[in-house]
Every structure is written in structure tokens, then in C-alpha cells.
């Protein structure tokens, strides 16, 4: 894909709603890419925060944990569910964007059912953790119903899609305007330098644009001309079939084939003529 998801994922606005999310299911989430940066998290569980993130040995274990799961979703499956070995579960789906999976999104940590506390007095004792302050992390853990899962993590996944699809377009909108302006960038120098008098006018007749040739051809500058326009060219017959040609450009939105125009010059007071292409 074109763009990372770390682009196309306004932080601020996806963690109110991710915030807002955790704190009425009671659980933890983050949106992590592949490379395993949390673009948004919330209500990380303080015995990760505190304790198993923050020592080597348990850290270890939580990076197995995780590496576990993304291979898991990177073969194909649209779920995976895994115990770490430092007592926890996490779960965790693919978030995919037009086809290309650029992301990951998890549920954890919690536990399934009631926990078993001595499994974590040992960890405490092997780890040097306050018993005390350890337990007391475990009991703020959830407990989730295994059958809740995939509606969580299917939120997770829509409403990380949905705000990267939101970025796309975006993104695509940015692009196709600095497209259009590069273009009339370089198609008002092929305009300015050219021999030729280029105008605009819009569906009202009024001149909106005259190219810089005015001057060298008319002799009239480009604001003169936008003024003066229908007074140059109304008193000259052979102009009164224009008004229809312009008329019929404008409803029709179609090309008409090109017509003579007769001008009169600003000093010669004579009159010149120029082969018009309307569009």
C-alpha cells in the first residue's frame, strides 16, 4: 500500500472513541502496526504496565506473546487468541485496507476465566515483584467470556478501517488537488507564453481571465480587456453569431468548432481579427 496507516489514523480523534470503547466494555485495546508501534492504546492493564513490561525476563515473554500473534494473523486467520506465559490472554485480528493487511488490532490483556492466584504468588516470588501490589494488579485484570471476543475484535477492526479508509481518501483528495494545480500551473505558462490571446469568460459572459497577449495584440491589458470586452464587440456584425456559439458552449458543456472574432485595436482604432476556440 501507498500509505502507512500511521498516516491515514488521526491519533487524536481514534483514541477519544478507542477511550471511550474500553471504558464501557471494561477491557484494553491498541491499534499496533506490523512493525508493533501502538498508534492508539487504552486502559493498558497496570501488571503490564507496571510489572511484567518492566523486567527483562517478563518482558521476554511478553514479546513472544506478541510476535505469536501476528504471525498467527499474517497466515490468514481472521482471529487469534493466545495465553502468554506470563499468565495473561490477548487476542488480536487483522485490520486490512483494500486488500493489503497493514495492521493489527488487540484485545488484552485478561483472563478467561477466575485466575489461579498461587501461579501468581510464584511469579511474584520469581520475579521479585511486591506480592502485595502484584496481586492487587491481577484482581483489576477482567475476566472476559471467551464468546464476547469476536464482536470486540470486530469493532476493533471496522473502526480501525473505517478511520484508515477515511485517511485514504484524504490523502487522495490532497493528491488530486496538488495534481490540478501543477497542472494549471503548467498549462498557465504554456498560456503566457504563447502568441496567441487565451480569455475565460463564465456563464454570465463576463471575462474572468485574459492571457498577458492582450496587450501586444489589442493593445488593451488584461484588466482593460475584461472591461471593455462587449463594448469592443458588439458594434461589429460579424460578431452577432457569436453570442449563440458561446451560449451554446455553456449549456451544453461541449466544445464548439472555432469562430472568427473581430476586435477593435486600442490604438490603431481599426479592427483585427483573431480565430476563437471556445469550450
Not at 477511550?19 to 492493564?45: K, N, P, T
Not at 490472554?89 to 497493514?102: C, F, L, N
Amino acid at each position: 500500500m501507498k500509505y502507512k496507516i500511521s498516516e491515514l489514523i488521526d491519533a487524536e480523534k481514534s483514541q477519544g472513541l478507542l477511550d471511550c470503547f474500553c471504558d464501557a466494555m471494561g477491557i484494553a485495546a491498541a491499534i499496533i502496526d506490523l512493525h508493533g508501534d501502538v498508534l492508539v492504546g487504552s486502559r493498558w492493564q497496570k501488571i503490564c504496565t507496571d510489572f511484567h513490561r518492566v523486567n527483562e525476563r517478563t518482558l521476554k515473554k511478553c514479546i513472544e506473546s506478541d510476535t505469536r500473534l501476528a504471525n498467527e494473523l499474517q497466515q490468514g486467520k481472521n482471529f487469534a487468541i493466545y495465553q502468554c506465559r506470563n499468565g495473561l490472554t490477548d487476542a488480536a485480528s487483522p485490520i486490512v485496507i483494500e486488500g493489503v493487511h497493514i495492521a493489527n488490532a488487540f484485545a488484552g490483556q485478561f483472563f478467561l476465566k477466575t485466575p489461579d492466584r498461587d501461579f501468581f504468588i510464584r511469579q511474584a516470588d520469581e520475579y521479585g515483584f511486591d506480592e502485595e501490589d502484584y496481586l492487587d494488579a491481577v484482581a483489576r485484570v477482567p475476566i472476559i467470556d471467551e464468546k464476547h471476543l469476536p464482536a470486540i475484535l470486530n469493532f476493533l477492526t471496522t473502526f480501525a478501517e473505517t478511520v484508515a479508509s477515511v485517511g485514504i481518501e484524504r490523502f487522495r483528495h490532497i493528491e488530486a488537488t496538488e495534481a490540478l494545480r501543477e497542472s494549471e500551473t503548467r498549462l498557465r505558462t504554456i498560456i503566457e507564453h504563447s502568441n496567441e490571446l487565451f480569455y475565460i469568460n463564465d456563464t454570465k459572459y463576463t471575462l474572468t481571465y485574459v492571457s498577458q497577449t492582450s496587450k501586444d495584440i489589442l493593445g488593451y491589458t488584461p484588466e482593460e480587456l475584461k472591461h471593455q470586452w462587449i463594448e469592443l464587440i458588439k458594434d461589429n456584425p460579424l460578431n452577432k453569431k457569436i453570442s449563440e456559439i458561446v451560449r451554446k458552449a455553456i449549456a451544453t458543456g461541449e466544445r464548439q468548432p472555432p469562430y472568427l472574432l473581430k476586435l477593435e485595436k486600442k490604438e490603431a482604432r481599426r479592427y483585427g481579427s483573431r480565430l476563437m476556440n471556445p469550450r
